[in-house]
């Protein structure tokens, strides 16, 4: 059974730093894309960033220049650096993963940026 299972959510002031870490269970995604989303209180779940297969990355402007993707294919580990964090970042970030047609999500993982 595929899972994704994120880890590394927590309480950080305004600022801070934190990485999210989310493992694979099996390569099934070694040559696929991969992505981190995030869900606010009170609204829809949105894309933070891609990862391509190639390395290659793509971010929501709102993460531009504060948010890093990166993965690593040996582990099967996806990885979301965040610096300089706002309080608006505050939300439950998802892993997700596409192979053969079937999408996957991670549980999530909860994330508050407050004094």
């Known amino acids: 059974q595929v899972q994704l299972v994120e880890s590394g959510g927590g309480l950080v002031q305004p600022g801070g730093s934190l990485r999210l870490d989310c493992a694979a269970s099996?390569?099934?995604?070694?040559?696929?894309?991969m992505a981190w989303y995030r869900q606010a209180p009170g609204k829809q779940r949105e894309l933070v960033g891609i990862i391509f297969s190639g390395g290659a990355t793509t971010y929501v402007d709102s993460v531009k220049g504060r948010f890093t993707i990166s993965r690593d294919n040996a582990k099967n580990m996806l990885y979301l650096q965040m610096n300089s964090l706002k309080p608006e970042d505050t939300a439950v970030y998802y892993c997700?993963?596409?192979?053969?047609?079937?999408?996957?999500w991670g549980k999530g993982t909860l994330v508050t940026v407050s004094s």
């Open positions: 099996g390569s099934i995604f070694r040559n696929r894309a």
């Open positions: 997700w993963g596409s192979s053969d047609g079937m999408t996957y």
